[in-house]
Protein backbone atom coordinates (compact mmCIF):
# COMPACT_ATOMS: atom_id res chain seq x y z
CA UNK A 1 0.00 0.00 0.00
CA UNK A 2 1.58 3.36 -0.55
CA UNK A 3 -0.26 6.83 -0.12
CA UNK A 4 1.48 9.58 -2.60
CA UNK A 5 4.11 11.68 -0.58
CA UNK A 6 3.98 16.05 -1.01
CA UNK A 7 5.87 18.21 0.73
CA UNK A 8 7.03 21.68 -0.49
CA UNK A 9 10.36 22.22 -2.08
CA UNK A 10 11.45 24.88 0.14
CA UNK A 11 11.42 22.71 3.17
CA UNK A 12 13.80 20.23 1.59
CA UNK A 13 17.19 21.91 3.05
CA UNK A 14 18.88 18.54 2.12
CA UNK A 15 18.46 18.96 -1.94
CA UNK A 16 19.98 22.36 -1.30
CA UNK A 17 22.65 20.95 0.79
CA UNK A 18 23.82 18.07 -0.97
CA UNK A 19 22.35 18.54 -4.59
CA UNK A 20 20.87 15.19 -4.04
CA UNK A 21 17.12 14.32 -2.53
CA UNK A 22 17.53 12.17 0.45
CA UNK A 23 14.21 9.76 1.24
CA UNK A 24 13.71 8.03 4.60
CA UNK A 25 12.77 4.29 5.43
CA UNK A 26 11.27 3.30 9.29
CA UNK A 27 11.18 -0.22 10.12
CA UNK A 28 8.45 -0.17 12.32
CA UNK A 29 6.87 -3.78 11.49
CA UNK A 30 7.81 -5.74 14.70
CA UNK A 31 5.43 -6.61 18.15
CA UNK A 32 8.43 -5.18 20.86
CA UNK A 33 7.29 -8.64 22.71
CA UNK A 34 9.99 -7.73 25.37
CA UNK A 35 7.78 -4.49 26.46
CA UNK A 36 5.50 -6.40 28.87
CA UNK A 37 1.69 -5.69 29.64
CA UNK A 38 1.65 -3.41 26.34
CA UNK A 39 -0.57 -4.96 23.19
CA UNK A 40 0.30 -1.88 20.81
CA UNK A 41 3.22 -1.39 18.48
CA UNK A 42 5.80 -0.51 20.27
CA UNK A 43 6.70 2.57 17.99
CA UNK A 44 3.86 3.92 19.12
CA UNK A 45 4.35 4.24 23.00
CA UNK A 46 4.41 7.60 24.32
CA UNK A 47 7.73 9.75 25.35
CA UNK A 48 4.81 12.02 27.59
CA UNK A 49 3.57 9.50 30.08
CA UNK A 50 0.22 10.57 31.77
CA UNK A 51 -1.46 8.03 33.69
CA UNK A 52 1.19 5.08 33.63
CA UNK A 53 3.92 4.74 30.93
CA UNK A 54 2.16 3.22 28.41
CA UNK A 55 -0.50 6.01 28.47
CA UNK A 56 0.33 9.51 27.02
CA UNK A 57 1.50 11.83 24.02
CA UNK A 58 4.35 12.04 21.62
CA UNK A 59 4.73 8.58 20.28
CA UNK A 60 8.16 7.22 19.79
CA UNK A 61 7.22 7.61 15.70
CA UNK A 62 6.30 10.82 15.71
CA UNK A 63 9.43 11.97 17.24
CA UNK A 64 11.47 10.19 14.80
CA UNK A 65 9.10 12.02 11.80
CA UNK A 66 10.02 15.01 13.44
CA UNK A 67 13.89 14.59 12.90
CA UNK A 68 14.20 13.04 9.42
CA UNK A 69 14.99 15.55 6.42
CA UNK A 70 12.47 16.42 4.44
CA UNK A 71 11.70 14.16 1.06
CA UNK A 72 9.81 10.96 0.53
CA UNK A 73 9.65 9.08 3.88
CA UNK A 74 7.79 5.26 3.91
CA UNK A 75 7.43 3.29 7.00
CA UNK A 76 7.24 -0.86 6.94
CA UNK A 77 4.42 -2.10 9.09
CA UNK A 78 2.87 -5.20 10.23
CA UNK A 79 2.00 -5.86 14.14
CA UNK A 80 -1.12 -3.27 14.52
CA UNK A 81 -0.40 -1.82 11.11
CA UNK A 82 -3.45 0.20 11.47
CA UNK A 83 -2.71 1.91 13.97
CA UNK A 84 0.12 2.92 12.53
CA UNK A 85 -1.48 4.11 9.74
CA UNK A 86 -3.96 6.18 11.85
CA UNK A 87 -1.33 7.75 13.89
CA UNK A 88 0.20 9.05 11.14
CA UNK A 89 -2.02 9.99 8.29
CA UNK A 90 -1.38 13.61 8.70
CA UNK A 91 1.87 12.86 7.33
CA UNK A 92 1.44 11.46 3.77
CA UNK A 93 3.26 8.64 4.18
CA UNK A 94 4.05 5.20 2.15
CA UNK A 95 3.40 1.95 3.94
CA UNK A 96 4.51 -1.00 2.89
CA UNK A 97 3.29 -4.28 4.26
CA UNK A 98 6.34 -6.62 6.02
CA UNK A 99 4.31 -10.11 4.96
CA UNK A 100 6.13 -11.92 7.92
CA UNK A 101 8.57 -10.82 10.37
CA UNK A 102 11.92 -11.86 9.11
CA UNK A 103 14.47 -9.63 9.85
CA UNK A 104 15.81 -5.96 9.25
CA UNK A 105 16.63 -7.26 6.18
CA UNK A 106 13.04 -9.05 5.57
CA UNK A 107 11.53 -5.45 6.16
CA UNK A 108 14.19 -3.79 3.52
CA UNK A 109 12.91 -6.20 0.64
CA UNK A 110 9.28 -5.62 1.37
CA UNK A 111 10.04 -2.00 0.85
CA UNK A 112 11.64 -2.86 -2.57
CA UNK A 113 9.09 -0.97 -4.44
CA UNK A 114 10.12 2.23 -2.66
CA UNK A 115 13.89 1.71 -3.74
CA UNK A 116 12.53 1.72 -7.27
CA UNK A 117 10.87 4.77 -7.19
CA UNK A 118 13.02 7.86 -9.03
CA UNK A 119 12.99 11.23 -7.67
CA UNK A 120 15.70 10.54 -4.99
CA UNK A 121 19.21 9.08 -4.97
CA UNK A 122 19.56 8.97 -1.60
CA UNK A 123 18.06 7.04 1.60
CA UNK A 124 17.89 6.79 5.25
CA UNK A 125 17.09 3.69 6.87
CA UNK A 126 16.40 4.21 11.03
CA UNK A 127 14.22 1.92 13.52
CA UNK A 128 10.95 2.78 14.56
CA UNK A 129 12.14 2.67 17.94
CA UNK A 130 15.15 4.56 18.30
CA UNK A 131 13.29 8.35 18.68
CA UNK A 132 16.46 10.59 20.12
CA UNK A 133 18.62 10.81 16.60
CA UNK A 134 19.46 14.41 15.66
CA UNK A 135 18.50 15.97 12.44
CA UNK A 136 22.38 17.25 12.41
CA UNK A 137 23.26 13.20 12.76
CA UNK A 138 20.95 12.26 10.01
CA UNK A 139 22.69 15.19 8.37
CA UNK A 140 26.05 13.24 8.39
CA UNK A 141 25.27 10.60 7.73
CA UNK A 142 24.21 11.72 4.03
CA UNK A 143 27.20 13.80 4.01
CA UNK A 144 29.41 11.13 4.28
CA UNK A 145 27.77 9.22 1.13
CA UNK A 146 30.34 11.67 -1.01
CA UNK A 147 33.25 9.18 -0.72
CA UNK A 148 30.89 5.53 0.59
CA UNK A 149 27.72 3.88 -0.78
CA UNK A 150 26.63 2.97 2.56
CA UNK A 151 27.27 4.90 6.25
CA UNK A 152 26.43 3.38 9.38
CA UNK A 153 25.59 5.29 12.70
CA UNK A 154 28.05 3.97 15.38
CA UNK A 155 28.41 4.53 19.18
CA UNK A 156 30.59 3.82 22.06
CA UNK A 157 27.95 2.55 24.60
CA UNK A 158 29.40 1.82 27.97
CA UNK A 159 28.07 -1.49 28.24
CA UNK A 160 28.70 -3.50 25.43
CA UNK A 161 25.72 -5.58 26.15
CA UNK A 162 24.71 -7.62 22.65
CA UNK A 163 25.20 -5.06 20.74
CA UNK A 164 26.98 -5.87 16.78
CA UNK A 165 31.24 -4.72 16.70
CA UNK A 166 32.16 -2.78 13.89
CA UNK A 167 35.33 -3.95 12.20
CA UNK A 168 36.93 -1.14 10.98
CA UNK A 169 40.04 -1.19 8.62
CA UNK A 170 41.39 2.44 8.47
CA UNK A 171 38.00 4.57 7.59
CA UNK A 172 36.03 1.76 6.14
CA UNK A 173 33.77 -0.49 7.81
CA UNK A 174 34.55 -4.10 7.09
CA UNK A 175 31.76 -6.39 8.69
CA UNK A 176 29.53 -6.56 11.86
CA UNK A 177 30.45 -9.24 14.52
CA UNK A 178 27.03 -9.53 16.55
CA UNK A 179 27.18 -10.78 20.16
CA UNK A 180 27.19 -14.40 19.32
CA UNK A 181 30.56 -14.42 18.29
CA UNK A 182 32.38 -11.33 19.94
CA UNK A 183 30.82 -12.88 23.04
CA UNK A 184 33.51 -15.48 22.57
CA UNK A 185 36.33 -13.57 22.08
CA UNK A 186 39.22 -12.62 24.40
CA UNK A 187 39.37 -9.96 26.66
CA UNK A 188 42.71 -8.89 24.86
CA UNK A 189 40.65 -8.67 21.61
CA UNK A 190 37.71 -7.45 22.81
CA UNK A 191 39.38 -4.07 24.01
CA UNK A 192 39.72 -3.76 19.98
CA UNK A 193 35.90 -3.09 19.45
CA UNK A 194 35.20 0.39 20.59
CA UNK A 195 32.25 1.40 17.80
CA UNK A 196 28.72 -0.54 17.84
CA UNK A 197 26.09 -0.86 15.39
CA UNK A 198 22.89 1.47 16.44
CA UNK A 199 21.07 0.04 13.23
CA UNK A 200 20.35 3.19 11.53
CA UNK A 201 22.48 3.81 7.92
CA UNK A 202 22.28 6.08 4.88
CA UNK A 203 22.52 4.35 1.85
CA UNK A 204 23.19 5.17 -2.39
CA UNK A 205 19.66 4.14 -3.15
CA UNK A 206 20.84 2.88 -6.57
CA UNK A 207 23.74 0.68 -5.19
CA UNK A 208 21.28 -0.81 -2.31
CA UNK A 209 18.97 -1.67 -4.62
CA UNK A 210 21.61 -3.47 -6.59
CA UNK A 211 22.24 -5.59 -3.91
CA UNK A 212 18.77 -6.65 -2.27
CA UNK A 213 18.91 -9.71 -4.86
CA UNK A 214 22.07 -10.82 -3.24
CA UNK A 215 20.33 -10.24 0.24
CA UNK A 216 17.42 -12.25 -0.83
CA UNK A 217 19.40 -15.36 -1.77
CA UNK A 218 21.16 -15.82 1.26
CA UNK A 219 18.61 -15.86 4.34
CA UNK A 220 20.00 -17.09 7.82
CA UNK A 221 18.02 -20.01 9.44
CA UNK A 222 17.22 -19.41 13.00
CA UNK A 223 15.23 -20.89 15.51
CA UNK A 224 12.62 -18.89 16.57
CA UNK A 225 9.94 -18.95 18.97
CA UNK A 226 6.71 -17.68 18.04
CA UNK A 227 3.40 -18.03 20.00
CA UNK A 228 5.08 -20.42 22.36
CA UNK A 229 6.57 -23.24 20.01
CA UNK A 230 9.97 -23.32 18.54
CA UNK A 231 10.39 -23.01 14.81
CA UNK A 232 13.04 -22.92 12.21
CA UNK A 233 13.05 -20.00 10.43
CA UNK A 234 14.65 -17.61 7.70
CA UNK A 235 16.09 -14.55 7.97
CA UNK A 236 17.53 -11.40 6.47
CA UNK A 237 19.52 -8.80 7.97
CA UNK A 238 20.55 -4.98 6.49
CA UNK A 239 24.05 -5.39 8.43
CA UNK A 240 24.80 -8.42 6.07
CA UNK A 241 25.43 -5.64 3.16
CA UNK A 242 28.01 -4.13 4.99
CA UNK A 243 30.27 -7.53 4.32
CA UNK A 244 28.79 -8.30 0.75
CA UNK A 245 29.55 -4.70 -0.12
CA UNK A 246 32.87 -4.67 1.49
CA UNK A 247 33.78 -7.55 -0.36
CA UNK A 248 33.18 -6.27 -3.87
CA UNK A 249 35.62 -3.62 -2.83
CA UNK A 250 33.04 -0.81 -2.13
CA UNK A 251 33.66 1.53 0.59
CA UNK A 252 31.47 1.17 3.61
CA UNK A 253 32.04 4.57 5.91
CA UNK A 254 30.42 5.24 9.53
CA UNK A 255 29.81 8.09 12.01
CA UNK A 256 30.16 7.72 15.76
CA UNK A 257 27.13 9.65 17.85
CA UNK A 258 28.16 11.44 20.22
CA UNK A 259 25.82 10.48 23.07
CA UNK A 260 25.20 6.85 23.92
CA UNK A 261 21.45 8.14 24.44
CA UNK A 262 21.16 9.71 21.05
CA UNK A 263 20.83 6.14 19.69
CA UNK A 264 19.14 4.27 22.44
CA UNK A 265 16.41 1.56 21.44
CA UNK A 266 13.17 1.21 23.59
CA UNK A 267 12.50 -2.17 23.75
CA UNK A 268 11.83 -3.16 27.19
CA UNK A 269 9.51 -1.27 29.93
CA UNK A 270 12.96 -0.11 31.63
CA UNK A 271 14.12 1.29 28.49
CA UNK A 272 11.00 3.38 28.05
CA UNK A 273 10.68 4.68 31.65
CA UNK A 274 14.37 6.10 30.64
CA UNK A 275 13.53 7.46 27.57
CA UNK A 276 10.68 9.64 28.77
CA UNK A 277 13.13 10.71 31.60
CA UNK A 278 15.28 12.29 28.78
CA UNK A 279 12.55 13.25 26.97
CA UNK A 280 11.14 15.63 29.89
CA UNK A 281 14.65 16.91 30.23
CA UNK A 282 14.18 18.49 26.85
CA UNK A 283 17.36 17.16 26.15
CA UNK A 284 16.30 16.22 22.31
Known sequence: MAIPFRRSLKLCGYILETGKKTASLILAAGRGSRVESYNGNKTLLPLAPKKNPYEGSRPILLQILKSLPAGPTAVVVNYKKEDIIEATHNFNLNYYEQPELNGTGGALLSARPFLERRGYSQLIITMGDVPFVRRDTYRSLVKKLKDNVLVLLGFCPKSKKQYGALEIEGNRVKRIIEWNYW??????????????????????????????????????????????????????????????????????????????????????????????????????
Open 183 to 284: KTYSKTKLKGFRIFNSGIYAARKDDILSYLLVLASRPHTVQKKIDGKLNVVEEFFITDLIEYMSDDGLSVGYVVAEDEEEVMGIDDLSALMKAQEIFRTGKF
